[in-house]
């Protein structure tokens, strides 16, 4: 395995563990705590712009670092939900070439989407007169 390659796995790693954990109660139960813990200590520090700017800073480098975390999870979520979509449609009587719709333009997905709510809502209909 290239460095490169060893380094992108550790990130993946990092990133599904802290996403695993971030989502759990505890760690909105720190993050509760530290913001208790930052509002007691107001009287001692005077409410001064320091003591503010502590917890702008902190919640803001969180936040930052939190989304390129969330969204490479997220991304190996989506990436992994497609494959196994692709390998449902690819053993199934739907159709084939809906393997990979979600490379489309968002004008042609659209136009996927609404042919396919029509379809659907002709075979409601259908359903509901009581044709098969």
Known sequence: MSQAARKHHVFEIFSSGVAEW????????????????????????DYSETWQLVINTATTIVTFLMVFVLQNSQNRDVRALQAKLDELILTSQAENSFVGIEKLEEQELTLLINRLEEQARKLRERVGNGHS
């Not at 509760?32 to 001692?44: D, E, K, L, N, Q």
């Open 22 to 45: 971030t989502g759990k109660p505890i760690a909105f139960v720190v993050a509760f705590a530290v913001i208790v813990v930052w509002a007691v200590s107001g009287p001692v520090f």
